[in-house]
């Protein structure tokens, strides 16, 4: 008897699926709404091995997360970047009063929770019916549909085309898994995919989709100022979008009476950030700043960069 393309993945996905994620042997939809947003822009290995359990251990339900201070989201996000995403759950944790909605609908109302990250927990919390269109499934679907063109609303189509309505937790994980290990970005499994009898851009995966237009990261070049006083130092909670709400040192644009601690590289998504680091005594008074000493700033929410910032101070001291 002949499998549908759909049986095939599943029967793939009962010997090849990765089933003992946390997340998978859970039914907890907190928890799962927690991996969902970390697996945002992050590997599953990063948040396995670093995050997730110390994120839950901290706040062990969205009840005590909509409870606690933002500064304590962000500094238990420390190091996972995109900090949107974490300032996100905080807001949607209060949103709701801490009592996460049980369908994609109402999860769509929250911060931080688009269509298929809604579509994700409501189909693995509730099993309720319904597609994911994530960065792997996308790529299955552009290439198993033979599809050239990026457009998101003809994927959605799509999805639901290929979807196994009666299997969604078990389909949607499965799909996942296959992007993740078969039908990678550059070197497809081809012959070991369980949809390959019926997909149309084999001969050609790496057509599929067009490619995406390369642009040069920009470099920006940056002085920091590391102010000190009485052994502390100024720092800033910032208030721009780029990296709101975590602490860091004085930019500047001139440099004056300050004492050459290094140079730093930090690498973001749409930016390298090159800057020369100085340390100055001179009397500094800003009344957005704030003084700690070393000890102090263990407990702030620190950038990358400011982090490697400490770093160099720690070797003058």
């Known amino acids: 008897?002949?499998?549908?393309?759909?049986?095939?993945?599943?029967?793939?996905?009962?010997t090849h699926g990765r089933h003992d994620l946390p997340w998978r042997t859970t039914d907890n939809p907190y928890h799962i709404y927690i991996s969902e947003i970390m697996l945002q822009q992050t590997q599953v290995k990063t948040v396995l091995e670093r995050f997730y359990f110390p994120f839950l251990e901290r706040f062990p339900t969205l009840s005590e997360l909509a409870e606690s201070h933002q500064d304590d989201v962000l500094k238990m996000w420390e190091g996972l970047g995109y900090y949107t995403r974490?300032?996100?759950?905080?807001?949607?944790?209060r949103q709701c009063g801490g009592n996460l909605p049980n369908n994609a609908h109402e999860l769509m109302k929250l911060s931080g929770i688009g269509r298929s990250t809604a579509h994700a927990i409501a189909a693995f919390a509730y099993r309720e019916s319904l597609p994911i269109l994530d960065a792997n499934v996308k790529r299955i679907l552009h290439r198993y549909f033979a599809l050239l063109k990026r457009d998101e609303k003809k994927l959605w189509e799509y999805a639901?085309?290929?979807?196994?309505?009666?299997?969604?937790?078990e389909y949607n994980q499965a799909m996942m898994d296959l992007g993740a290990t078969v039908c990678l970005a550059r070197k497809p499994l081809c012959a070991v995919c369980p949809l390959e009898a019926t997909c149309q851009g084999k001969s050609e995966p790496l057509t599929y989709p067009e490619a995406k237009i390369k642009l040069q990261k920009p470099v920006r070049n940056r002085s920091i100022i590391i102010h000190k006083r009485d052994n502390r130092y100024a720092l800033t909670q910032r208030t721009e979008r780029f990296l709101h709400g975590l602490w860091g040192f004085f930019e500047?644009?001139?440099?004056?009476?300050?004492?050459?601690?290094?140079?730093?590289?930090?690498h973001y998504s749409h930016f390298t950030l090159e800057a020369d680091l100085y340390l100055s005594e001179e009397s500094f008074d800003n009344e957005r700043y704030e003084w700690f000493t070393l000890e102090e700033i263990k407990d702030l929410s620190l950038s990358c960069a400011d982090h490697k910032a400490v770093a160099l101070i720690k070797q003058t001291v």
Not at 6 to 14: C, E, G, P, V
Not at 252 to 266: C, R, S
């Open 1 to 14: 008897m002949k499998l549908t393309p759909q049986q095939s993945l599943l029967h793939w996905y009962k």
């Open 252 to 266: 500047a644009v001139e440099v004056a009476n300050a004492t050459p601690l290094g140079h730093i590289t930090q």
């Open 86 to 93: 974490a300032k996100n759950l905080h807001h949607a944790a």
């Open 160 to 169: 639901y085309t290929l979807f196994d309505s009666k299997h969604p937790f």
